[in-house]
């Protein structure tokens, strides 16, 4: 069947070429469907429980992640015109669409004339240094205001901007900071936009950015490796052709089924372009090696060249797509549809493969070429030297393992949420100027609930006695969190009551308490439940690790256990989330390794049968995975989702070469060779081929080194040297087990 339907293709490539121009149109037709966006949910854990308590928040207080924070430093803090400026500005900020409530330095002065500048358009306003001064600090010392709008030098300002529900998308928020950064262009001040609204759009635009600045030079880098070995633009042009049609049909795919990009899968283009194309080299390959040996009928060696390798790449590139869809057992989505699309696109490159590389070489009629093997020199070499020293192959993996075990011991699992950002990036650099001078931006939630007594009384959550349990919980939190800011209902009691300092007739605690609940609107943060039984202490925290975090949590937690019977303590937040679900993302992706290794076990021992070829492939692929285990405990780099991702993801790339090379070896055996002759050919004859697909899949993840995310820098690190410590075993530890194991089906020399 696969001969005919072959000899089909090779007698009309010109049909096969259209038909998968017809193919690629169709699917390219869905691409513009495709959406863009990145939102917290994206990274939410189904199994964590902490996402039901944090959509319990939502559904009372709604979101606390949809605040942008624009700081401002003025050149001259003195100049008048400059305020005058940035008044006008905060007016006209508040008639764009979206805006759901500002906060600033002139959000004072409507409650109280001492926090007033004055009419800035005024032009006999006098307007004094010290007096300004003054004023600033006055706000600045406002107990609910304040340190949220004005550090404490005075040098930075801030602009506190919540969004509204409907607005809290990419797009909007795209078009939102776009108006407000014309706004600030132009005036007297250096500005700074930061928030988790701010981070979540920037990540989407560095995601485009790193799409574009991955692609150019990973072509650049196929094409002179291909022009290289192949010297023919045909051979060149059709692997790159392949990737490109892969490209396409995955992105019509995702446009069609409703799969959005999001940070995690915008990298599939650039993976499909580096792992896709490593299926179109080995047709080539192994076609020139064919037409070789007889040159004179091109159409019968190329249908000997799909008969030989149809099989070899469909199996490969089911171990490849195995890796990632092992990733679909993780209990978060966009994990989900990342293992899915990159399976899915490994798929479509091996069908594309098939099809086009065949048709268009006989299409083309480009049999000719003079194809280099730059590696032939030294895999002659190790045909040679392995089999008289075969045990050295072996002994030295086995120590660079065992010092790997050693120190895979000391792997930590700690890790912060700007981890995701180097240090170098502006945007984490931005992040971390707003820690300096206003607290974290990072959000994250105490809340205060009553409940039910033994006698069937429940206390609202303003009674006085809780309140002064919040005032010592925020006390705490500003030891244990330095960096970060919190914001109470404590907080605006101490502005109100501050405000009517000078009245004669002063109101109690318990009426200035009432008339701030009573007055809550729908637009200001909403601090007390609707049924004032959840007392909020809202909270934009400082960067801290996931260590760092539970060891706040436990302190919250023995905080809480003194707490009266009917007061309880809870803790939420998305920074909250996100870290939990850091931990369950790293154990889910260790577990998809595993899994990923016991099914790639299954395909090896259904291909070889024979237990020595089986302990054989095991071997040669685990060593890998505890090399760069133990890599990553030597540099102190923590095992987090993108890393952990790479194990089960490299493996599935890795294990290729491993099937290449015992395949072409079995082939070999089968033809009355030794096992000596056949590991010497399989080694000469495949090794290039393996040695070119794996210095394409190097240097297209080296690329990944330029990435703004430091997931990606280091997911395309450890791929690249997964991988190519891979290649080392399968050439070196691989075809050394192959002559000291015992083999029941050949036992001769």
Request: glycine share 4%; proline share 4%; charged share 20%.
């Amino acid at each position: 069947m696969i001969n005919s339907f072959f000899q089909h293709i090779i007698d009309n490539p010109k049909r096969t070429l259209i038909a998968l121009l017809i193919t690629t149109v169709i699917f390219a037709s869905f691409i513009p469907r495709l959406k863009i966006d990145f939102t917290i949910e994206h990274l939410f854990s189904e199994s964590d429980p902490s996402i039901e308590e944090y959509t319990s928040f939502r559904q009372v207080f709604g979101r606390e992640d949809n605040v942008i924070t624009i700081i401002y430093k003025p050149n001259n803090i003195y100049d008048k015109s400059f305020y005058a400026d940035l008044e006008e500005m905060i007016y006209n900020i508040e008639d764009l669409s979206g805006i759901q409530n500002i906060v600033s330095i002139f959000s004072l002065s409507d409650i109280d004339l001492n926090a007033w500048l004055g009419d800035l358009n005024d032009p006999e306003l006098i307007w004094k240094e010290t007096e300004i001064r003054e004023k600033l600090s006055y706000i600045r010392d406002d107990p609910s205001i304040g340190p949220r709008v004005l550090s404490k030098d005075l040098s930075h300002g801030s602009i506190i901007i919540s969004i509204d529900n409907a607005s809290n998308n990419h797009n909007s928020r795209t078009a939102l900071l776009k108006d407000i950064k014309s706004l600030t262009a132009g005036m007297n001040a250096d500005w700074i936009y930061s928030g988790v609204s701010v981070l979540r759009t920037e990540y989407v635009g560095y995601m485009l950015r790193d799409n574009f600045l991955f692609l150019p030079p990973i072509a650049l880098l196929l094409i002179g490796i291909l022009s290289f070995i192949f010297r023919n633009w045909v051979y060149v042009f059709l692997p790159l052709l392949t990737v490109l049609i892969t490209v396409i049909w995955i992105l019509g795919f995702m446009g069609m089924t409703g799969l959005d990009i999001n940070i995690m899968t915008y990298i599939v283009p650039t993976l499909l372009f580096i792992i896709g194309i490593g299926d179109a080299i080995h047709i080539q390959a192994r076609f020139k090696e064919n037409i070789t040996q007889d040159p004179s009928n091109p159409k019968k060696a190329m249908l000997k060249t799909m008969n030989q390798m149809f099989r070899v790449i469909f199996l490969t590139s089911v171990t490849t797509s195995i890796g990632f869809l092992a990733l679909m057992t993780t209990s978060i989505e966009i994990v989900k549809e990342f293992g899915l699309e990159i399976s899915a696109g490994v798929m479509m490159a091996w069908l594309v493969s098939s099809l086009l590389v065949p048709s268009g070489i006989i299409y083309s009629k480009q049999f000719k070429t003079e194809t280099r093997f730059p590696f032939r020199s030294f895999l002659i070499w190790l045909s040679n030297t392995i089999p008289s020293r075969p045990w050295a192959f072996i002994i030295v993996p086995s120590l660079v393992v065992a010092v790997s075990l050693f120190k895979i011991k000391d792997v930590s699992t700690n890790s912060s949420l700007m981890d995701d950002l180097r240090p170098q990036n502006k945007l984490y650099q931005d992040l971390k100027l707003t820690e300096k001078y206003f607290g974290g931006v990072l959000p994250f939630e105490i809340l205060i609930k009553t409940i039910k007594n033994d006698n069937g009384l429940n206390r609202t959550a303003i009674d006085i006695e809780v309140l002064n349990l919040s005032k010592d919980l925020e006390n705490f939190l500003k030891i244990e969190l330095p960096n970060s800011r919190f914001f109470s209902l404590n907080n605006l009691v101490e502005s109100a009551k501050r405000i009517q300092k000078n009245n004669k007739e002063k109101l109690s605690d318990e009426t200035l308490i009432k008339e701030i609940v009573n007055n809550q609107s729908m637009e200001d943060l909403k601090l007390v439940s609707e049924d004032r039984n959840i007392l909020r202490l809202t909270g934009l925290i400082e960067d801290k690790t996931s260590d760092e975090m539970k060891v706040l949590y436990a302190k919250l937690d023995s905080i809480g256990s003194e707490f009266p019977q009917d007061v309880k303590l809870e803790y939420t937040g998305t920074t909250l989330v996100a870290l939990k679900t850091n931990d369950y993302l790293v154990q889910a992706l260790v577990n998809s390794l595993g899994l990923a290794l016991f099914f790639i076990s299954l395909i090896m021992a259904y291909l070889f049968r024979a237990n020595s070829i089986l302990f054989i492939s095991l071997i040669t692929n685990l060593v890998p995975i505890f090399t760069i285990l133990g890599l990553l405990a030597w540099l102190g780099i923590s095992i987090r989702p993108p890393t952990a991702m790479t194990f089960a993801v490299a493996l599935g790339i890795a294990v290729d070469d491993s099937l290449h090379f015992l395949l072409r070896y079995k082939k070999e055996l089968s033809k009355g060779l030794s096992r000596l002759e056949a590991i010497q050919s399989t080694i000469i004859n495949t090794g290039s081929a393996l040695m070119i697909t794996t210095t394409v899949l190097v240097a297209g993840f080296s690329v990944l080194l330029f990435s703004a995310f430091l997931p990606t820098y280091q997911f395309g690190l450890l791929a690249a040297a997964m991988i190519g410590t891979a290649l080392i075993c399968d050439l070196t530890l691989l075809p050394a087990l192959c002559l000291v194991l015992p083999n029941a089906r050949n036992k001769r020399k």
